[in-house]
């Protein structure tokens, strides 16, 4: 097991490489980077529809570390800078690390990152680190809030419809979830804001925010139930699609191992139904739900909360990567995607190891990377 977790551990750094060397290529040919960002707005243009004129456009920077091709103003590589002192975008471009050649520019950047040096934001001037600090909680109570609860409720759920397969429980519960499913995120949560924050019908739960104005004036217990008053709406419309997912998962891998054999010798031998479901069944059919783990747990904290956190004002790292593709602060989309993919690749290794602690007969010395 040590020597398989060596060489994850060393898999991690050549992932990284790719990761970002594959983001880095692609920005070159995005239009409308930070210097047509700065143009736009100095000649009043709209920054969305900023485009360069001729290839490699919108790069990535970050003070030097990041950036795209440096053009010239005099020779209007950039739409809108006819007119404006070249001397003024030569400075634009020294100021987003734009003046250095593309490898000079990527080898810098991976030799920050590898001390978790982001930088600065081009338009916020905070630090990355900082902004993703003050987001992080928003994605973090949103993400693990629901993790939690759909691992809760849909593992027992998924068990019982295993076991009742074919009942009108799993029959009436499986309409439900499937219908579940198949509705948007975003669009069940407009369908709860209409129906329980005063919409056309109960205004039971706020519109907007994690917390109430008189926060600091409550205690422990009432500041515990003002956050579950507060998270209620987006979680249940976060958590829609993923707990009918892990539900029907959960079904479907116990359904297939109580049909195998060793379940029938084990109860041929006289073991109970408790007693075949959770000390044989168990173990092996909950190896494909911790498989899913690190995707769910990724897609939880850092994905799948953009429109969530829009309908319901949550100022979290969802919006914060959006913002920042649409105004190319490339230092915060590159920073975001790096720590995202860093903390994916660990949490996959972590749940291999959760394999073996579930089942000790995995053996992963003999498993190639």
Not at 135 to 141: D, E, G, N
């Amino acid at each position: 097991m040590t020597a398989y977790i060596i060489r994850r551990l060393l898999f991690i750094l050549p992932t990284m490489l790719g990761i970002m060397l594959v983001a880095f290529v692609v920005v070159q040919f995005a239009p409308g980077g930070p210097v047509e960002q700065v143009i736009a707005k100095l000649s009043g243009s709209d920054t969305g529809a900023t485009s360069r004129i001729s290839g490699g456009g919108g790069d990535f920077g970050n003070r030097g570390a990041q950036g795209g091709s440096s053009v010239d103003a005099s020779n209007s590589k950039y739409r809108g800078a006819q007119g404006l002192d070249p001397e003024f975008i030569k400075k634009l471009e020294v100021q987003f690390g734009f003046d250095k050649p593309a490898p000079e520019r990527f080898a810098l950047m991976l030799w920050n990152y590898a001390r978790f040096d982001f930088g600065k934001s081009y338009f916020r001037d905070v630090s990355v680190l900082q902004l993703i600090k003050e987001k992080l909680p928003v994605s973090m109570s949103l993400g693990l809030t629901m993790t939690l609860l759909t691992y809760l409720i849909s593992i027992p759920l998924g068990i019982k419809k295993a076991v009742e397969d074919g009942s009108p429980f799993d029959t009436w519960t499986s309409s439900l979830i499937i219908v579940g499913y198949a509705i948007p995120g975003f669009l069940f949560a407009i369908l709860l804001i209409i129906l329980f924050a005063g919409g056309s019908f109960f205004d039971i739960f706020p519109l907007r925010g994690l917390f109430s104005e008189n926060w600091a004036q409550l205690n422990w217990f009432q500041k515990i139930a003002d956050f579950a008053w507060h998270m209620t709406l987006p979680v249940l419309a976060m958590g829609l699609s993923a707990f009918a997912t892990m539900t029907l998962l959960t079904k479907n891998s116990f359904l297939e191992e109580i049909r195998k054999q060793y379940v029938l010798t084990a109860r041929a031998k006289g073991c109970t139904s408790r007693q075949v479901l959770y000390g044989h069944v168990f173990r092996n059919a909950m190896l494909i739900v911790i498989a899913g783990f690190p995707s769910a747990f990724v897609h939880a904290f850092f994905t799948g909360s953009l429109l969530i956190e829009t309908i319901f004002s949550l100022d979290g790292l969802g919006l914060l990567g959006f913002e920042s593709v649409l105004n190319r602060d490339y230092p915060v989309v590159f920073a975001t995607l790096y720590i995202f993919s860093l903390i994916g690749v660990v949490v996959n290794l972590i749940s291999d190891l959760t394999y073996t602690w579930i089942d000790p007969r995995i053996d992963f010395e003999s498993r190639e990377v």
